[in-house]
């Protein structure tokens, strides 16, 4: 097909330069039946919009359109009945993995003609893709536009950002919140989808307006989306049951592959990244991020746009406020499971491995997992607390957790894990004065599990003024029991000063009484 400028081309050569068809085609290099046909009926058309007193706007119009060819009758040579209802039958298929969750696993147009390749159908691949795209632009749809209440609706989703936090780019997932009415904005960034964060950027958000919307609108997020019951219909997972109750907010999905019907929320993750992170994207930590993009945040929703008539989505936020639902306390989001502690005395969280007390090898413990943190509990009692790794196969070990088992080996102290993540202060000392007694050191790690790291290296200072070389955890007890005792005898003495302090005041008090009393008796006697 030729371009309206090849058209123009033509005509212009011909009826303007009085060029002939055969030397056109020399110059141009187009058929001379194109070039023929298009002088032919530019020529009639001319001719026939002279000669009429009210010249037919359709024809003005068709004189100076661009070529086109009326291929609705051409007849599918290749394409026969047995290879549309195939085409049709992998279409479906399709349509069948969007609705059961396995959107990824499609045919693309690319893999139907494979398939019909491989069955022993000859076609082409161009006449494959013309097909399917005829048969899906048939049947478009159209949209409704939507008019919001105050207060109805915010939409909810994740999008990733690429960052470089500490020298090292890492993708962070930013789950954002829209309000539908007012497009006021929240976003939030994390290292991953898990429900501890997906419910911690609720709570988040939900805080920061001071209220919540009637309805949350969701896609088919895992966190979000527990199995489809059928196309239409999803069950939600447990913990967004649990969350919408407390809060008291009704949920909403959007039909498989339809990101139009959240759409305030899919422009906002494209319009925050570009917005926040086009200007800065390098940080010392995922806090420092976060902080910024809550500032960028700020400035975002105290700009006017358009289709706030005039007004900022903080602004109508603060005019949605009356018709939120009121705000409960902050909501546990905890991600919570039992698990039971390994021959190690480690729990695995997310393939990431965690310590606790050696006594509670082979037993299950209750763990409460955050955003930031990990509880660990047994008995209903705290029995140690990790900061959440974000890494894959990463173990997080305390030395103290293992005290009972070292004592038992000490050889095994050298060289294991906890040692390698102990405190570096610990590792000073160690190396200073215990590597030939590994069992004495333990001794000194229950010290200062009772007294403090501070006070046993203020103690450990003491004696290295005195003899460097003399330094054990005998002598560092007896001195931590001699300031104990020091601490004690002041203690006492402060108590016992201030009884005294008390007992004067009472016998000055109790004196005083006395000698009012018997200045009383005096004057009566002389009255008498």
């Known amino acids: 097909m030729i371009s309206l400028m090849e058209k123009q081309e033509i005509i212009l050569s011909h009826f303007r330069e009085g060029k002939s068809q ?138 990733y950002v690429n960052l470089i936090i500490a020298g090292r780019q890492k993708t962070y997932q930013m789950a954002a919140f829209t309000s539908a009415k007012g497009n006021y904005r929240f976003a939030n960034l994390y290292p991953s989808q898990k429900m501890e964060n997906f419910l911690d950027a609720h709570v988040k958000f939900f805080n920061e307006i001071g209220g919540v919307y009637q309805t949350v609108v969701y896609d088919n997020m895992k966190v979000a989306v527990k199995r489809f019951v059928t196309k239409n219909e999803k069950q939600p997972t447990d913990d967004l049951l649990k969350l919408s109750m407390y809060y008291g907010f009704k949920h909403r999905f959007c039909n498989v592959c339809k990101g139009n019907e959240k759409g305030h929320v899919e422009r906002s993750i494209e319009y925050i990244r570009r917005k926040a992170f086009s200007k800065r994207d390098t940080f010392e930590s995922i806090e420092e991020a976060n902080t910024y993009l809550s500032d960028e945040l700020k400035k975002l929703n105290a700009r006017i746009t358009d289709y706030g008539n005039g007004k900022c989505p903080k602004d109508i936020m603060l005019e949605e406020f009356p018709y939120l639902i009121p705000l409960m306390p902050s909501y546990d989001i905890a991600r919570t499971m039992e698990l039971r502690v390994s021959k190690y005395a480690v729990i695995s969280v997310d393939e990431n491995k965690y310590s606790v007390p050696d006594c509670l090898v082979g037993r299950f413990v209750f763990v409460k997992i955050y955003p930031e943190k990990i509880l660990i509990y047994h008995n209903n009692k705290l029995v140690t607390e990790h900061n959440k790794s974000y890494g894959v196969h990463a173990w997080n070990i305390k030395i103290e957790h293992y005290l009972k088992t070292i004592k038992k080996k000490p050889g095994s102290l050298h060289s294991s894990t906890a040692m390698q993540q102990m405190n570096p202060k610990l590792h000073t000392i160690y190396n200073k004065y215990y590597t030939e007694n590994p069992k004495d050191f333990i001794e000194l790690l229950e010290l200062i599990g009772e007294n403090g790291l501070e006070k046993i290296e203020n103690i450990i200072k003491e004696l290295e003024k005195l003899n460097p070389n003399g330094i054990n955890t005998e002598k560092i007890k007896m001195l931590s029991n001699r300031h104990q005792e020091d601490k004690e005898w002041t203690k006492n003495k402060e108590r016992t000063t201030e009884i005294e302090e008390q007992s004067k005041l009472i016998l000055n008090l109790y004196g005083n009484l006395l000698n009012n009393s018997t200045v009383a008796f005096h004057k009566e006697a002389k009255i008498i």
């Open 22 to 159: 055969w030397q056109i085609h020399r110059e141009t290099g187009i058929d001379r039946k194109t070039i023929r046909k298009y002088i032919r009926d530019y020529d009639s058309k001319k001719r026939q919009l002279l000669e009429t007193s009210n010249p037919d706007k359709e024809l003005i119009a068709d004189i100076i359109a661009a070529p086109k060819y009326d291929s609705s009758n051409r007849i599918r040579r290749k394409l026969s009945d047995q290879m549309i209802e195939r085409i049709h039958s992998f279409l479906n298929e399709n349509e069948i993995k969007k609705a059961t969750g396995r959107s990824k696993q499609q045919k693309k147009k690319i893999d139907i003609y494979e398939c019909l390749i491989e069955e022993g159908f000859e076609i082409s691949y161009p006449t494959v893709c013309n097909y399917i795209r005829e048969t899906l632009n048939s049947s478009k749809e159209a949209y409704v536009r939507q008019e919001y209440q105050f207060g109805e609706i915010c939409e909810f989703d994740w999008g």
